[in-house]
């Protein structure tokens, strides 16, 4: 596929930015915590994008947290228990938790609307219970005190170096979740403006009409939902790296919601909508801190505000539009 | 001649009431079939039945002797037999092209991760697709507004829309849920061709109506259906002849059928 030139500099633009202008700005000004900020937005952006992608099969899904959460704790089990490297259970926590959206996803995606959204919003509330009964995941407990990732190389080549021997690690992870993020995005990306992308639609606008013209609703509905719970996984394992630890609280209800307004925020209809939602609803409540108690009135109030203005989304504002990016 | 679409003993009961109760019929290779009835005697919900989106309480369906009653919609689809649906199901948010190019999916020789990774089968797919939908909409006389979204279409474009969804998935025998429904008689008699013209591309044709003028001058064969039975079978000239026809159609409907 030939990306427009307009395309190629804006996407040049974005690439220069996250890679060479933040942390050349962070170095500058000196607040080493906007690492972790940031390194955040990439990490939520992306279960973000998981979540857009079965708004785009037209499903309303408020469960994405249950999947972060898995992925934590597959990552998490299997670098403590069974001394599996880090870089190895990302790929793993994103399959274990596309598996488990199969299993569940066959059943439940044959629910639409609210009934569906219910399903899921139960769902995030099932793993935190889940976490907590099981054995293996140490109760409320959790799992903490978990090392950093180790090093990669394949055949003696060091691909990435151990994170306890790099100088900065809050640079490193940050580095990480941004390529991941670009991976995911641009994954996306090309998903939607392939021919799976025009059957998704056609699942969005006419369900029995796509099974008419032969479409496998239920088959597409599964592969979506699964790849949505795929990034869930992923960005799940790198958050449990980050902190280190996994509580069966680390991802409540709150997460899962907020995963779905950050869809809404950016916008459905477009694949950047997640990243942007993301990025806003992460800093629009950092700065409403300085507002003390009124914090979560005012971002209540500009969230609906929002939603009532702009139905589609920031990104359905023309300049957006304009540049030939957004979509 | 051999029957392409079978049609055996098809009985729907929704608990106590039965819908249709042992209709059969036999649909020939490059005919056009209506069936026709009263309201409520049970069309659509036969027609539900042969298109599989119901499942059938007994009887069977059978196309080229293959059983297709009760598979999922979309294998029996895939097998060649399609049905177009009123002409409120289209892809709002497309572009008429568009939804004619979606609409060959059962052409795809790709899988899905050919389409992600732009194998070069896939872009033979959309290219064949592009092509074969620029046709498809010069046919149905919908070149000019090939660009319009769908949501924005008059009804008669509408139609004609839905008409040109079912051509685009190739098939063998297309079930048309009444083509002529609410439409004048200019809008209807243009119908009329574009109906012929798709029989006559090879496409068998099986359609539930009940525009008595139409269906007269469109049908080779008509299957009347009274209270979920059959009640008679013929060509045309033999059914406004039939008794039992002009019976069940006596009293409110009857100037119906005097053409």
């Not at chain 1, 960005?235 to 409540?252: K, Q």
């Not at chain 1, 109030?301 to 539009?321: E, M």
């Not at chain 2, 509408?158 to 004048?184: Q, W, Y």
């Not at chain 2, 009640?231 to 159609?249: D, F, L, M, R, T």
Request: hydrophobic share 50%; net charge neutral.
């Amino acid at each position: 596929m030939m990306l427009k030139r307009n395309q190629i500099i804006g996407v040049g633009f974005f690439l220069f930015v996250i890679f060479v202008a933040v942390p050349w700005l962070i170095h500058v000004s000196g607040r080493w915590d906007f690492y972790y900020t940031l390194t955040s937005v990439a990490l939520l952006s992306i279960a973000s994008g998981g979540v857009w992608l079965t708004f785009y099969i037209g499903r309303i899904n408020i469960g994405q947290g249950a999947f972060a959460l898995t992925g934590g704790y597959v990552a998490a089990i299997l670098v403590v228990k069974y001394d599996v490297s880090f870089w190895l259970t990302i790929p793993i926590a994103g399959l274990f938790c596309a598996a488990v959206a199969v299993i569940i996803g066959l059943p439940i995606l044959r629910l639409r609307g609210v009934y569906f959204a219910m399903i899921t919003l139960v769902l995030t509330e099932v793993a935190r219970l889940t976490a907590l009964a099981l054995p293996i995941t140490n109760g409320a407990k959790g799992i903490s005190s978990i090392p950093l990732p180790g090093e990669l190389s394949i055949l003696g080549l060091t691909l990435i170096p151990d994170f306890s021997t790099v100088a900065n690690v809050k640079l490193a992870f940050y580095y990480l979740a941004a390529v991941l993020m670009v991976l995911c995005f641009a994954g996306l990306y090309r998903l939607v403006n392939s021919r799976i992308g025009h059957l998704c639609r056609s699942l969005q606008q006419n369900e029995e009409l796509a099974s008419s013209i032969g479409v496998n609703t239920a088959y597409l509905r599964v592969i979506a939902f699964a790849i949505s719970s795929f990034l869930g996984g992923v960005s799940g394992a790198i958050f449990m790296a980050i902190s280190r630890s996994i509580y069966p609280a680390s991802f409540p209800v709150k997460d899962s919601v907020d995963f779905m307004l950050n869809c809404f925020l950016g916008g459905l209809g477009y694949v950047f909508g997640p990243m942007l939602g993301t990025f806003m609803i992460y800093f629009g409540w950092d700065v409403l801190f300085t507002t003390g108690k009124y914090q979560l009135l005012i971002y209540s109030a500009i969230l609906i505000l929002l939603i009532l203005t702009l139905p589609n989304g920031v990104l359905s504002l023309r300049i957006f539009n304009k540049r030939g990016t957004a979509k | 001649m051999s029957a392409l679409l079978e049609v055996k003993g098809l009985t729907k009961r929704f608990g106590g009431l039965t819908a249709v109760n042992d209709v059969s019929f036999d649909v020939h290779e490059k005919e056009i079939l209506s069936v026709i009835g009263p309201n409520g005697a049970g069309k659509s919900t036969l027609f539900k039945l042969i298109s599989s989106f119901l499942p059938s309480s007994s009887g069977e369906v059978l196309f080229k002797g293959q059983r297709i009653s009760n598979l999922a919609p979309h294998i029996v689809a895939r097998k060649g037999v399609v049905r177009t649906f009123q002409e409120t199901t289209i892809f709002k948010s497309m572009s008429v092209r568009d939804n004619v190019i979606i609409s060959h999916h059962l052409r795809s020789q790709a899988s899905l991760a050919g389409y992600f990774l732009g194998t070069k089968t896939a872009l033979a797919d959309e290219e064949e697709f592009g092509r074969s939908a620029d046709e498809i909409v010069e046919f149905l006389n919908l070149g000019e507004i090939r660009n319009e979204l769908a949501s924005n279409l008059p009804q008669g474009h509408l139609r004609a829309l839905g008409i040109a969804i079912g051509l685009a998935t190739n098939p063998s025998v297309l079930l048309m849920d009444e083509p002529f429904a609410g439409m004048n008689h200019d809008e209807t008699m243009r119908t009329v061709e574009l109906v012929r013209g798709v029989r006559d591309r090879g496409v068998t044709v099986l359609l539930v109506e009940h525009d008595m003028p139409a269906v007269m001058k469109i049908s080779d064969r008509i299957v009347v259906i009274n209270f979920g039975e059959k009640i008679a079978e013929g060509i045309p000239s033999e059914i406004q002849e039939n008794e039992k026809v002009i019976e069940a159609y006596l009293g409110s409907e009857d100037d119906e059928i005097g053409m």
